[in-house]
């Protein structure tokens, strides 16, 4: 399987390893990433250079099938979280203005990075 590199914002890139060659298109490509971005973006007060966290997995199902994904997002400079937030909400918009992400799913997952942001500094 082939790694899938899908940028969030110009600082951040999602690495992800598992998606079956035949599926990789720009819209499924840009779901998958949607979905792991929205649970993989921890909170803390500083991000250095490298991979956030660690190397994650997730199942995420794709049509009728569901795929293991293994996944890591990279940091280019070092950022705070508000930072990494703010690029992966505005990644979200740019896909769901370009018509790459459901409409809903990109407003769910908007109000899930909101509440997730809050709820970590409150």
Known sequence: MAVV?????????????????????????????????????????????????SIRYATLRIGNEYYKLKYSIRVMRVLTAVQVYNEAIQWIKFKKDSGMLDSQLADDALKHLRSDFRNQIS
Request: charged share 10%; proline share 6%.
């Open 5 to 53: 590199t899908e940028s969030i914002g110009e600082n951040i890139e999602l690495l992800i390893e598992g998606l079956p060659q035949a599926l990789i298109t720009p819209a499924v490509q840009a779901q998958a990433a949607l979905a792991l971005v929205q649970h993989g973006i921890p909170l803390g007060a500083d991000i250095g250079v490298g991979l956030l966290g």
